[in-house]
């Protein structure tokens, strides 16, 4: 197969013809049909995330595709079905699994990081059984690899770790592609949007997604800002960014007994970041992470994209071959990619 590799944290990318998988007991392998390009896998391919051990690497954790080759012990999957997954799989059986926690699985296997990764023809995915998820006949794989990492972590951050409802005032720091996901999932529940960005076009764009109110961060005190729109704070705000400065301005932003979820993945000098821990005392504040979705909770959310409440789609920049995918990954050090973009690998 075809595969985008590389040797050592921070180096040159190569595309070239490896081995295909063969599929444990326990796993499949997909034909990719596409894969998203996320902020994530920069990060990996940086050496910010402890999973990748073994060189050399193939990045890719958004993806969707079609089951090619199925392990022993699997039982739901036969072959030619269309199928996505989260990009945390989880083990099934663990104590966080039971409680159908299995995005924070203690055995869990994410593709592009504790093993080869979607940049590349085929891909493997373990305990199959309990981490594919079939796709609705009416969407494209294009629309699929975008749901895997950005848009159902920006969902279950939104729904679930945020437990956002109608007419709440829903706070967005960082309109990257999870940023502008959780702008349209917080619209579609029925919360008043404020996105915060530093680029006029991304705010644009969040704006036509749902949200009631932009703000740029290089031009205003932004937690000040929120509260004088909000007339108090933000009932909920998320980082989706990851960055000492946004998330200690979502904390900031906050109303009393207010909701901040930490999204983005905090790396380099802010990995452990200085935060206004008197405001989360004196205003009986509650902050959580959110670190994906479980296979099982994405019904609920590919009905909300079935009915036209979501439409992931329109969060999708610009489609690229394989042989592109590198130089779109390096350009993420410098700048937002202005939305989603997704490899296609029938081009």
Same mark, same amino acid.
């Given at each position: 197969?075809?595969?985008?590799?590389?040797?050592?944290?921070?180096?040159?990318?190569?595309?070239?013809?490896?081995?295909?998988?063969?599929?444990?007991?326990?796993?499949?392998?997909?034909?990719?049909?596409?894969?998203?390009?996320?902020?994530?896998?920069?990060?990996?391919?940086?050496?910010?995330?402890?999973?990748?051990?073994?060189?050399?690497?193939?990045?890719?954790?958004?993806?969707?595709?079609?089951?090619?080759?199925?392990?022993?012990?699997?039982?739901?999957?036969? #072959?030619?079905?269309?199928?996505?997954?989260?990009?945390?799989?989880?083990?099934?059986?663990?104590?966080?699994?039971?409680?159908?926690?299995?995005?924070?699985?203690?055995?869990?296997?994410?593709?592009?990081?504790?093993?080869?990764?979607?940049?590349? !023809?085929?891909?493997?995915?373990?305990?199959?059984?309990?981490?594919?998820?079939?796709?609705?006949?009416?969407?494209?794989?294009?629309?699929?690899?975008?749901?895997?990492?950005?848009?159902?972590?920006?969902?279950?951050?939104?729904?679930?770790?945020?437990?956002?409802?109608?007419?709440?005032?829903?706070?967005?720091?960082?309109?990257?592609?999870?940023?502008?996901?959780?702008?349209?999932?917080?619209?579609?529940?029925?919360?008043?949007?404020?996105?915060?960005?530093?680029? !006029?076009?991304?705010?644009?764009?969040?704006?036509?997604?749902?949200?009631?109110?932009?703000?740029?961060?290089?031009?205003?005190?932004?937690?000040? @800002?929120?509260?004088?729109?909000?007339?108090?704070?933000?009932?909920?705000?998320?980082?989706?960014?990851?960055?000492?400065?946004?998330?200690?301005?979502?904390?900031?932003?906050?109303?009393?007994?207010?909701?901040?979820?930490?999204?983005?993945?905090?790396? #380099?000098?802010?990995?452990?970041?200085?935060?206004?821990?008197?405001?989360?005392?004196?205003?009986?504040?509650?902050?959580?992470?959110?670190?994906?979705?479980? @296979?099982?909770?994405?019904?609920?959310?590919?009905?909300?994209?079935?009915?036209?409440?979501?439409?992931?789609?329109?969060?999708?920049?610009?489609?690229?071959?394989?042989?592109? @995918?590198?130089?779109?990954?390096?350009?993420?050090?410098?700048?937002?990619?202005?939305?989603?973009?997704?490899?296609?690998?029938?081009?």
């Amino acid at each position: 197969m075809r595969a985008v590799l590389f040797d050592r944290f921070g180096g040159p990318f190569r595309t070239e013809v490896v081995d295909d998988p063969a599929p444990p007991a326990d796993a499949v392998v997909l034909q990719v049909g596409a894969s998203g390009i996320c902020r994530s896998d920069w990060h990996g391919w940086q050496g910010h995330d402890p999973d990748i051990t073994t060189f050399p690497h193939v990045p890719g954790h958004e993806f969707a595709g079609t089951v090619v080759a199925v392990g022993a012990e699997v039982r739901a999957w036969r #072959g030619g079905e269309r199928v996505t997954s989260p990009f945390v799989c989880g083990c099934g059986t663990c104590a966080p699994c039971s409680r159908g926690d299995h995005q924070v699985c203690d055995h869990q296997t994410q593709p592009g990081f504790t093993h080869w990764g979607s940049f590349a !023809e085929y891909v493997v995915v373990r305990h199959a059984d309990v981490n594919l998820v079939a796709l609705p006949d009416a969407m494209t794989m294009i629309t699929a690899a975008g749901l895997g990492c950005r848009f159902a972590t920006a969902f279950r951050a939104v729904a679930d770790q945020g437990r956002v409802h109608d007419g709440e005032w829903v706070a967005v720091h960082g309109c990257g592609g999870v940023g502008l996901s959780a702008v349209m999932i917080a619209a579609a529940l029925g919360a008043r949007v404020i996105a915060i960005d530093l680029d !006029e076009r991304t705010l644009a764009r969040a704006q036509a997604l749902g949200a009631a109110v932009v703000l740029n961060g290089a031009a205003v005190d932004v937690p000040a @800002a929120i509260r004088e729109v909000t007339e108090g704070g933000a009932d909920c705000s998320l980082d989706t960014l990851g960055a000492a400065v946004t998330a200690s301005a979502s904390i900031a932003s906050l109303r009393k007994n207010g909701r901040h979820v930490q999204v983005g993945l905090l790396a #380099g000098r802010d990995h452990r970041p200085a935060l206004p821990m008197e405001l989360v005392i004196a205003r009986e504040l509650e902050l959580v992470g959110s670190h994906g979705m479980a @296979a099982h909770a994405y019904p609920r959310m590919l009905a909300m994209i079935a009915d036209g409440r979501l439409a992931p789609d329109q969060l999708i920049a610009r489609t690229v071959p394989l042989d592109a @995918a590198a130089a779109e990954l390096e350009a993420l050090e410098e700048r937002s990619a202005g939305g989603m973009v997704v490899i296609d690998l029938s081009a």
